[in-house]
């Protein structure tokens, strides 16, 4: 199984400031085939469901807001937030989709106001 | 718009036995493979289980295999996780997810989820 680990597990950055959240599977999650990196991104704010914010490591799906973006490639991958706002306070999961089953999550992150 | 809706989740004792159900709309439910995904009191995401669009596959993770059933039934819209012999780890908020296609990958769409307590 591929293992995935985030970092920090919580992370507290000022409001306009970056945030950067880290995630490093056990093994490439790239797919030489197509050159795709099968990692996606979630963001679950508290009481709610996870909601996507990016997949193939680096798409953003519609309708979130671009100051997300998702970087990285084979087996490190980053999640920045490049001026955070009161609403993005959440925990951040990343998820690779290379090898299933199992599905397998980051353990998360916790993001909050300095 | 699609919407997912589970239900099922009640308080049950060490041993017993429980079924969830999600209802889908919203997109056409017996194009896409489905999920069950948990998350204990507190704690992060745990993938449960999986079943392709048609329910000729399925799959578990290790800490659920033998003890849960996925199933799914397409002219009603609707995914099922059979749950026997539960322990009071398998406590935790269970959501229906829809896969992004119809083989394993990510998801776009989760339920709000239902609250499964085993405890006596």
């Known amino acids: 199984d591929i293992v995935m680990t985030q970092s920090p597990d919580s992370l507290a950055v000022s409001l306009g400031e970056r945030a950067t959240i880290n995630c490093k599977s056990s093994?490439?999650?790239?797919?030489?085939?197509?050159?795709?990196?099968?990692l996606a991104w979630y963001q679950q704010k508290p009481g709610q469901p996870p909601k996507l914010l990016i997949y193939?490591?680096?798409t953003r799906e519609s309708g979130v807001p671009d100051r997300f973006s998702g970087s990285g490639s084979g087996t490190d991958f980053t999640l920045t937030i490049s001026s955070l706002q009161a609403e993005d306070v959440a925990v951040y999961y990343c998820q690779q989709y290379y090898s299933t089953p199992p599905v397998t999550f980051g353990q998360g992150t916790r993001l909050e106001i300095k | 718009e699609v919407q997912l809706v589970e239900s099922g989740g009640v308080v049950v004792q060490p041993g017993g036995s429980l079924r969830l159900s999600c209802a889908a709309s919203?997109?056409?439910?017996?194009?896409?493979?489905m999920h069950w995904v948990r998350q204990a009191p507190g704690k992060g995401l745990e993938w449960v289980s999986l079943i392709s669009w048609d329910g000729g596959s399925t799959y578990y993770a290790d800490s659920v295999k033998g003890r849960f059933t996925i199933s799914r039934d397409n002219s009603k819209n609707s995914l099922y996780l059979q749950m026997n012999s539960l322990r009071a780890e398998d406590t935790a908020l269970y959501y229906c997810?829809?896969?992004?296609?119809?083989?394993?990958?990510?998801?776009?769409?989760w339920g709000q989820g239902t609250l499964v307590t085993v405890s006596s």
């Open positions: 919203g997109f056409t439910f017996d194009d896409y493979a």
């Open positions: 193939w490591a680096s």
């Open positions: 997810a829809k896969d992004v296609g119809s083989q394993p990958g990510y998801f776009d769409y």
């Open positions: 093994q490439s999650v790239l797919y030489s085939s197509n050159n795709k990196n099968y």
